[in-house]
């Protein structure tokens, strides 16, 4: 099984089943698909980008592996911000609505700037703006729900890089959302510090 451009999909192979099953190991849980095949071996895939019908691509990929890299930073800011900031109950004001929402319903937000022009600055202090060299992001694998970088010194790089740039702030879930038409920098009266 090929997809568009020659190259072994992550389905190759007879499918037996599907299911759905939590993806951990990155500091929270998600929920995702998984094929399961005839041989018993397994592997995630992204229906979304199975109805697209194209690979992610490079920058994709890149982009992955930088939220991949600060992942445990951002659950351990999280939890800093509601140890420091939160009430009697737990809670902590979300930045934009005032409502007190508690660690489960709120998202660590990047107030500015925006984590995709952090991705950029980085790509482009390294000097690849335009190509991403082989090598540098994990290629697809069985079981991989998200592109790492393959050098530690790569991870490490854009972990400081994030955390000498990043302002981050508390929001509810339903603010989080609204905030992605807005691309004006925000007033933070509790910045979230990375240790």
């Not at 109805?51 to 990929?61: A, F």
């Not at 900031?85 to 902590?92: A, L, M």
């Not at 702030?169 to 905030?179: D, F, H, P, W």
């Amino acid at each position: 099984m090929l997809d568009a451009v020659g190259e072994p999909t992550k389905g190759a192979g007879q499918i037996a089943h599907f299911e759905r099953r939590l993806n951990t190991g990155t500091g929270w849980s998600t929920s995702g698909f998984w094929i399961v095949r005839q041989d018993g071996t397994e592997t995630d895939f992204s229906y979304i980008d199975a109805v697209k019908g194209k690979p992610k691509g490079p920058s994709q990929d890149f982009y992955n592996a930088c939220r991949q890299a600060v992942a445990l930073d951002l659950v351990l800011a999280k939890k800093q911000a509601f140890a420091r900031y939160g009430d009697d109950q737990g809670r902590v004001e979300c930045e934009l609505t005032g409502k007190m929402v508690t660690i489960d319903d709120a998202h660590l937000d990047h107030a500015w700037p925006y984590f995709s022009h952090m991705v950029s600055g980085f790509r482009a202090a390294r000097g690849w703006s335009r190509n991403i060299p082989d090598g540098i992001v994990s290629a697809p694998a069985d079981g991989q729900t998200t592109a790492r970088f393959v050098d530690s010194a790569v991870t490490e790089a854009f972990r400081s890089f994030h955390h000498d740039q990043a302002v981050l702030r508390i929001l509810s879930r339903e603010a989080n959302l609204q905030t992605a038409s807005s691309a004006r920098r925000p007033k933070v009266a509790r910045p979230v510090r990375l240790a």
